[in-house]
C-alpha cells in the first residue's frame, strides 16, 4: 500500500478493498464487537451513514461535479461520510461471506450486456 506524507499526518494514497477489510476485522476485533456486527445490524447503521451523506446535500440543489463552490471543510465532511458509507458496506460484504470486488466487477460486465453502448455509425 502506497503512502506519502503530509505535514504530520500520513495519508493513503492506494488501498484495496481487501487491505480495507483486513483493518475494519481488526477494529472489530480489538473493540470485541464482532458480535455486534451482523449484517441487520451492519445494514442498519449504514442506512443511517447515508441518511447523513445525504444530509449534507438535502438543500444545496444540484452541485456541479468537483464541487468547485464547496468550502473545503464541507468537502472534508463529505469524505468522511462516503467513507462511512463504504467501509460499512465494505464490513456487511465481508460479513455476508461475498467478494465485494469480485461482486462488482462481474456487475458491471452485466450491465454492460444489459446495457449496451449505442451503436456510432
Known amino acids: 500500500m502506497g503512502e506519502e506524507k503530509e505535514g504530520a499526518k500520513e495519508r ?7 487491505d480495507l477489510s483486513k483493518k475494519l476485522e481488526e477494529f472489530a476485533n480489538a473493540r ?4 455486534y456486527h451482523s449484517p441487520r445490524n451492519l445494514l442498519l447503521a449504514m442506512v443511517g451513514e447515508v441518511g447523513e451523506l ?3 446535500f438535502q ?7 468537483g464541487l468547485p463552490n464547496w468550502e473545503e471543510s464541507d468537502k472534508e465532511h463529505l469524505g468522511e461520510e462516503l467513507s462511512d ?14 467478494d ?5 466487477s462481474r456487475k ?7 446495457y449496451p453502448s449505442p451503436k456510432v455509425l
Do not use: P, Q, T
Not at 100 to 104: F, T
Open 108 to 114: 458491471l460486465v452485466k450491465n454492460a450486456i444489459k
Open 12 to 18: 493513503v494514497v492506494d488501498i484495496s478493498l481487501k
Open 59 to 65: 438543500w444545496r440543489g444540484e452541485v456541479e461535479k
Open 32 to 35: 470485541d464487537w464482532n458480535k
Open 85 to 98: 458509507v463504504l467501509l460499512y458496506l465494505i464490513r456487511l460484504s465481508d460479513i455476508c461471506g461475498i
Open 54 to 56: 445525504s444530509e449534507i
Open 100 to 104: 465485494l470486488a469480485d461482486a462488482a
